[in-house]
T-cell receptor, first 111, second 115 residues
Framework: QKEVEQDPGPLSVPEGAIVSLNCTYS??????FMWYRQYSRKGPELLMY????GNKEDGRFTAQVDKSSKYISLFIRDSQPSDSATYLC???????????FGQGTRLTINP | SAVISQKPSRDICQRGTSLTIQCQVD?????MFWYRQQPGQSLTLIAT?????????ESGFVIDKFPISRPNLTFSTLTVSNMSPEDSSIYLC????????????FGPGTRLLVL
């Protein structure tokens, strides 16, 4: 079993839709959670970073963590074609160096 | 965040040869790392690049295959040695910045194809 599981998709939605991207993790020691966006032929770009359970909002993006069920989500409101990318969730144990990534979900927003 | 550059951005190499990838950061960082992203796969940590000492390698990665240098705070190199087609991948460096201790910022990556 992978430590971080993520549905690889692909996921295709119409412009303006609300997108929900999800990951589950198995290691209870994970304390920090990140979402990265990776455009084709580019490096991953940090989108959101959360520590505690609950929601964190940044513009059209909301990151949600539920530590009791080991479930992390990223919501994108009013999705735009420019949001088309691969989204990677990642987790890390406090003080550790190794980010553990999910497989990534490939998202396409159709105009 | 920081501006992270990698050279080369891409390369095509013959099996049995070696390639050295450079990573340069425009600001001082606390830690530097090297990751591999194989086709259709997620990112896997190869090693932590330590300034002035030997890198710390993850399970499954060895110094003879992936020698790493970090001569100063803002520069590191990763060499992929004696390459085989299985080494075809994207190689990414990442950094931790002071005050952002749990997050990492990634460079643009080096796309390597081994024939």
């Amino acid at each position: 079993q992978k430590e971080v599981e993520q549905d690889p998709g692909p996921l295709s939605v119409p412009e303006g839709a609300i997108v929900s991207l999800n990951c589950t993790y198995s290691n209870s020691a994970f304390q920090y959670f990140m979402w990265y966006r990776q455009y084709s032929r580019k490096g991953p770009e940090l989108l959101m970073y959360t520590y505690s359970s609950g929601n964190k909002e940044d513009g059209r993006f909301t990151a949600q963590v539920d530590k009791s069920s080991k479930y992390i989500s990223l919501f994108i409101r009013d999705s735009q074609p420019s949001d088309s990318a691969t989204y990677l969730c990642a987790s890390v144990i406090q003080g550790a160096q190794k980010l553990v990534f999910g497989q990534g979900t490939r998202l396409t927003i159709n105009p | 965040s920081a501006v992270i550059s990698q050279k080369p951005s891409r390369d095509i190499c013959q099996r049995g040869t070696s390639l050295t990838i450079q990573c340069q950061v425009d600001s001082q960082v606390t830690m530097m790392f090297w990751y591999r992203q194989q086709p259709g796969q997620s990112l896997t940590l190869i090693a932590t690049a330590n300034q002035g000492s030997e890198a710390t390698y993850e399970s499954g990665f060895v110094i003879d295959k992936f020698p790493i240098s970090r001569p100063n705070l803002t520069f590191s190199t990763l060499t992929v040695s004696n390459m085989s087609p299985e080494d075809s991948s994207i190689y990414l460096c990442s950094v931790k910045l002071a005050g952002h201790q749990e997050t990492q910022y990634f460079g643009p990556g080096t796309r390597l194809l081994v024939l």
